[in-house]
């Protein structure tokens, strides 16, 4: 079997296109796209609140939870403003698995604080909102 040394015409034709599209100033805080919120884990069941303070100006898109079943998202707040209204919210809701979660698509600054505080099973809770 021979393995060709041959450079990729099609590669070749289209790599400065794709150079082009890939900013070469980019700052390394401008590559992250997930802030996470911290951890915690529950001995038994009750509370728990989980906060960052956001270290740029970016959009918040999406909020992954890992939760045990049956929880509840009782708030999300965003500098104060509550993203959550009524009784709470199903941890289900913010699965990783569900395709169909809540997008906030919602612009924080630099500094503001993001607390998701709910009500849960024994166990790990963590949670990361999608940032652009």
Do not use: W, Y
């Amino acid at each position: 079997m021979q393995i060709s040394t041959r450079p990729n015409r099609f590669l070749g034709s289209i790599a400065a296109t794709i150079s082009r599209k890939v900013p070469r100033d980019i700052a390394a805080d401008e590559l992250n796209v997930v802030l996470g919120l911290g951890t915690q884990t529950l001995a038994a069941p009750g509370a728990f609140t989980l906060d960052a303070v956001v270290p740029r100006d970016c959009f918040l898109r999406d909020l992954i939870l890992v939760a045990p079943t049956g929880g509840v998202v009782t708030a999300i707040t965003v500098n104060g403003d509550a993203l959550v209204l009524g009784e709470g919210v199903p941890v289900e809701a913010f699965a990783f698995g569900n395709l169909n979660r809540p997008e906030f698509d919602l612009p924080a600054g630099r500094g503001t604080t993001v607390t998701v505080t709910g009500t849960g099973a024994a166990g790990f809770h963590a949670a990361a909102f999608n940032i652009d």
